[in-house]
C-alpha cells in the first residue's frame, strides 16, 4: 500500500497549491436535523489548523466527515487530492468500495477524547497492531519504528504495560504514537485532552506541540485556548454547522470581529 518515495515527491512537485485537506459546502443531517450548513474548509500541508465553537456546532462531525466515519449529503472533501469515497470516471460519480475506502482512510490518523486502545495488548502490541495487521508490512521493523515512536511520546520504559497500568494522559499518549504507527499524512485530533484529569493534560498537549513542530498537519478540535492559541496556525469557530469566523489565532481568539465568536469566547473566560 505504501507509495514509493519518489512519487510522493512528484506528487508534492506538482501540486504545490493544492490544500491537504479541500472541504466544499459540506452538508451533513443525521435524519431531519442538519448539523453541518455548507462547511468549506482547506487546510494546507504542515498547517495546524484549530476547530473552536461551542458544544453541539458540529466540530465532532466534520472532522468524522474528513475520515469517512460519516457520509455527507452534500458537498465534496478531497484529502491530499483524492476525492473522499468516490472516483470520478467519465464526468460521473462513482463509490469506492469499503476496501477503497479504507486504503483511504490509512492516511489519516485520529485521536479521539476517549482512547480506545486495546485492553488485552501490551502499549507495544497496541502501536504494532495496525502497520503489521492492516497494512501487513515487517513485525521487526515496524516494532523498531514503534519504540522509536513511544519514545517520542515519553513512554519508552512504559512498553510492556498494559492500558489498564497507565494513567490517562500515558494511554492518549499511547493512542497518539499508535496513530503515527501508520504514517499518517494528517492528523485529526477530537478533544484529546477533555477526558483528562486536569494535571494529564499538559503531558498530551506537550506530545501535540511537539508534532505540529515537526510539520505534521493537524486539525484539532480542542477547547484548549492556550494551546489554539499559541500552537494553531490558523483557528476556525464554527457555531450552529457554519463557519462563522477563521484567522491567525491572535485575530480569531483576541480580537474576534463576530458577535458569536466574542460570546463563546467570553464564556470561556
Ligand atoms: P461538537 O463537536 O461541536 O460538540 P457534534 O459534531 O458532536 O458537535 O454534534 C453536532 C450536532 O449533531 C449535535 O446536535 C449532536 O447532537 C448531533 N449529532 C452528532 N452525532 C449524531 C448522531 N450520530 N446521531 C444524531 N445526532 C448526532
Avoid at 236 to 253: A, H, L, N, Q, T
Wanted: aromatic share 4%.
Amino acid at each position: 500500500m505504501s507509495t514509493a518515495a519518489g512519487d510522493d515527491n512528484a506528487d508534492t512537485a506538482g501540486e504545490a497549491a493544492m490544500p491537504l485537506v479541500h472541504a466544499v459546502n459540506v452538508h451533513k443531517s443525521f435524519g431531519s436535523v442538519e448539523v453541518l450548513k455548507g462547511i468549506d474548509v482547506d487546510v494546507h500541508a504542515g498547517e495546524v489548523v484549530c476547530l473552536l465553537g461551542p458544544s453541539g456546532s458540529g466540530k465532532t462531525t466534520f472532522l468524522r466527515c474528513i475520515n469517512q466515519l460519516e457520509d455527507i449529503q452534500a458537498g465534496r472533501i478531497w484529502v491530499d487530492g483524492d476525492l473522499a469515497g468516490y472516483r470520478e470516471k467519465g464526468g460521473r460519480l462513482h463509490r469506492l468500495t469499503d476496501t477503497e475506502i479504507a486504503a483511504q482512510r490509512r492516511g489519516i490518523g485520529m485521536v479521539f477524547q476517549r482512547f480506545n486502545l486495546f485492553p488485552h495488548m501490551t502499549v507495544l502490541q497496541n502501536v504494532v497492531e495496525g502497520p503489521t495487521l492492516v497494512q501487513g508490512r515487517a513485525k521487526k521493523e515496524v516494532t523498531a519504528e514503534a519504540e522509536e515512536l513511544l519514545r517520542r511520546v515519553g513512554l519508552a520504559d512504559m512498553s510492556g504495560r498494559y492500558p489498564s497500568q497507565l494513567s490517562g494522559g500515558q494511554q492518549q499518549r499511547v493512542a497518539i504514537a499508535r496513530a503515527l504507527a501508520m504514517q499518517p499524512k494528517l492528523m485529526l485530533f477530537d478533544e484529546p485532552t477533555s477526558a483528562l484529569d486536569p494535571e494529564l493534560v499538559g503531558e498530551v498537549l506537550g506530545v501535540m506541540r511537539d508534532l505540529a513542530d515537526q510539520g505534521m498537519t493537524m486539525i484539532v478540535v480542542t477547547h484548549e485556548m492556550a494551546f489554539a492559541r499559541d500552537v494553531a496556525d490558523r483557528v476556525i469557530f464554527m457555531d450552529g454547522g457554519v463557519v462563522v469566523e477563521e484567522g491567525p489565532p491572535s485575530s480569531v481568539i483576541n480580537e474576534p470581529q463576530h458577535e458569536r465568536t466574542q460570546a463563546f469566547l467570553s464564556r470561556l473566560r
